[in-house]
């Protein structure tokens, strides 16, 4: 692909800057970062020619479901569903083990009690849904039964793994059935053919035809960093009708399934991180310029210290991060959205009344969502949000991930 280029301003063109000569200074600094980047990877988040704003909102944007059934009646408690289908093995290793694909790009093992299958989408594709059960603890398993199962979805450069490595056995051990998508282009989902993976509307659907087609009860569905905006944007044209929708399998339109409640984990707000970003940039532009060669770049795939710094608290060990590191490089294929359009897009609508509950979380030392950044999420949603104190923007997978997942329970 083509080095990626565009010309530096002066202070003289401040007039296209809007008049501000800190802006006329960042776009400058912006285009000589850019300069002489090639995107020489598939999921290379970088297209064609940009504007120095482009490059900025590129950091702004870039900080970013094994299925056995569901609870049908009193008397079945599991049901297989068709939508979910064992990749292609003998029938013999089928009936002893949930299959694997033959070579996985994401090198995650399975934790004990979890399973990966793939559930078929209208246009044929098929979406990798890592599962894990809930654990029923006594005999009576009539207290588990109003347990609400929960719909996980990851952001940019992750996938259904980030989920799997602690909060699915955390949530599965509280008696909930776990669910955690790799959107398409993303972990082991099938890849489209054009340059991104979807847009919001589509990943959307993706995880409303799941839902329809998987849960005879409304999730909880949990999204993280731009997950999180893929989930207000599903909130904003979620049903209020508890009776799930029936919708032709050739095609899904809004509204979409309803839910129990969401929760917005350390999630890009409904207008996009603009706001934030010129933020770092005027108050911290060494930062700034860090997380941005981070993720534009892609940088944190070869920087232990910067991938980090971008997802991880500080005192992580080595061998941890560059476990999550090796993760987190081979995650997305294709790019999850393509920026510029949602930036067309932005902000999402206010979700229907009487729509579902909002949980709105961050993290104290998130270096990509900041305070004012999580205050803006939950204003939009009426609500006050939690701040979880000592973890990083990947609060899943951080040190203390427990402290998250408990503010979720409680």
């Known amino acids: 692909m083509p080095s990626i280029s565009y010309p530096r301003r002066s202070l003289a063109e401040v007039s296209k800057c809007d008049g501000n000569p800190m802006k006329a200074i960042i776009s400058n600094s912006l285009s000589a970062l850019a300069i002489g980047f090639r995107s020489t990877h598939a999921d290379a988040h970088l297209h064609t020619s940009l504007q120095p704003q482009q490059a900025l909102y590129i950091f702004s944007n870039n900080a970013e479901s094994r299925w056995t059934g569901f609870r049908r009646s009193s008397t079945s408690w599991y049901k297989p569903h068709e939508n979910l289908q064992r990749h292609a093995l003998p029938k013999s290793i089928r009936d002893l083990s949930e299959a694997q694909p033959t070579t996985l790009r994401v090198p995650f093992e399975l934790n004990d009690g979890q399973s990966r299958l793939f559930h078929t989408l209208p246009s044929g594709m098929k979406m990798e849904v890592i599962v894990q059960e809930a654990v029923k603890n006594g005999s009576n398993e009539n207290q588990w039964r109003g347990r609400s199962p929960i719909v996980f979805v990851h952001g940019s450069f992750h996938a259904a793994w980030c989920w799997a490595v602690h909060w699915l056995p955390f949530f599965a051990g509280a008696g909930h059935d776990c669910y955690a998508v790799s959107l398409l282009g993303q972990g082991e989902s099938d890849i489209p053919s054009g340059s991104v993976a979807g847009s919001l509307q589509t990943h959307a659907r993706d995880i409303a035809h799941f839902i329809k087609h998987n849960c005879s009860f409304p999730p909880i569905l949990v999204g993280h960093s731009f997950g999180g ?88 060990s080595d061998l941890q991060v ?89």
């Open 229 to 316: 905006l893929i989930v207000q944007f599903y909130l904003a044209n979620v049903s209020t009708n508890f009776d799930m929708p029936t919708g032709k399998d050739e095609g899904w339109e809004e509204p979409y399934p309803t839910l129990t409640a969401a929760v917005l984990v350390c999630s890009v707000t409904p207008t996009g991180n603009s706001g934030m970003v010129w933020r770092y940039l005027l108050s911290k532009p060494v930062a700034a310029f860090k997380v941005t060669f981070s993720l534009a770049a892609k940088a944190f795939a070869t920087s232990l210290s910067l991938c980090r710094e971008t997802f991880f608290s500080r005192n992580m």
């Open 322 to 410: 560059e476990r999550y590191q090796e993760l987190l490089k081979n995650s997305s294929s294709v790019p999850l959205l393509d920026l510029r359009k949602l930036n067309a897009s932005l902000p999402v609508p206010l979700p229907p009344e009487h729509a579902p509950s909002v949980l709105v979380m961050g993290a104290s030392d998130d270096f990509i969502v900041d305070v004012q950044g999580l205050n803006e999420t939950a204003e939009f949603y009426n609500v006050s949000p939690v701040i979880v104190e000592g973890v990083a923007h990947d609060i899943m997978l951080d040190i203390s991930w427990e402290k998250g997942s408990r503010a979720i329970l409680s």
